[in-house]
């Protein structure tokens, strides 16, 4: 039972990451490799901010800034610069690489001794605090989102990832749009990456690999499992996804495989997951039986 609670604990401390990418790689409609990089860059915010005797929520909030800026540098390299997005985000990410060293002073910071917003909940039973913590920010985050989405602000912001040349045509400024959403997008993954490293009780400056898959993940099985929804059913179903995606992995890891397996696992059950829908349409697995007979009347 306590496995699960962790599990859950930590799905809804990942679903920031996968709310975070929604914006740019579901509404923006931009690939953006960033959050290899904001990720760790939030860990080393935080940790090195409460290490120095910041308090965890000032520590948590220079995180946030700390991705939105990696986010803002990418906006410009992509609309400014005109590099390809793809490119825009892997340029950004590997400079994150060295300015993290650069944060830290070091590759591994640790908390030991330190208190963090975990701390805050340390009367709760094992697991618990993390699952606190986890539901209320993603309460506060998904709220946040949905409302700003539901904005004339917002409604722009779809508008510029479901057609550009239309929202221009209409006197939306797209580059702007487009430098906000990858703004706020990274600064959302900055958060998530505090947040795991107050859980862990670390920062590395090598947490980042791998958490594209585990966004995408959160994503893709979000919408497989739950299938047509609206938008802001999307943002809920993408938390459901990571917990899910957290039991399916500590169901994997209770099979016996090692940890040092779950990046590859990672992968497979992304891969699964995005073959499901063309899998569907070869075996017609979701295939109406009355449909045949429709046709026949």
């Known amino acids: 039972m306590n496995l699960i609670t962790s599990a859950i604990g930590q799905g809804l401390l990942w679903a920031l990451l996968g709310l975070g990418l929604y914006l740019t790689f579901r509404i923006l409609n931009i690939a953006d490799m960033t959050v290899e990089g904001t990720f760790p860059l939030g860990a080393a915010t935080a940790v090195t901010a409460i290490v120095h005797g910041a308090s965890p929520m000032a520590a948590t909030f220079y995180a946030f800034l700390a991705g939105m800026v990696a986010g803002l540098i990418t906006g410009l390299l992509y609309t400014k610069a005109k590099i390809d997005s793809l490119l825009a985000g892997i340029l950004t990410m590997t400079a994150a690489y060295s300015v993290n060293l650069r944060i830290m002073g070091k590759s591994n910071v640790s908390l030991l001794g330190h208190s963090t917003l975990l701390s805050h909940f340390s009367s709760l039973p094992q697991y618990f605090d993390t699952v606190t913590l986890g539901f209320i920010v993603i309460i506060i985050i998904t709220a946040l989102i949905i409302f700003f989405l539901q904005t004339d602000y917002g409604q722009a912001f779809i508008a510029t990832g479901d057609n550009p040349t239309m929202a221009r045509s209409l006197g939306i400024h797209t580059d702007g749009m487009i430098i906000v959403g990858l703004s706020v997008s990274n600064g959302i993954v900055g958060l998530c990456g505090a947040l795991i490293a107050q859980s862990n009780g670390y920062a590395d400056v090598n947490m980042g690999i791998g ?24 943002l809920v179903a993408v938390t459901l996804g990571s917990i899910i995606y957290r039991l399916i992995l500590l169901a994997v890891l209770q099979l016996g495989f090692s940890t040092n397996d779950l990046n590859l696992i990672s992968s497979i059950v992304l891969a699964i997951c995005m073959m499901l829908p063309q899998l569907n349409n070869i075996l017609h697995i979701k295939e109406p039986f009355l449909k045949g007979v429709k046709t026949h009347d």
Do not use: Y
């Open 211 to 234: 958490t594209i898959v585990i966004a995408l993940a959160s994503i893709i099985i979000g919408e497989v499992a739950f299938g047509e929804l609206t938008l802001n059913q999307r």
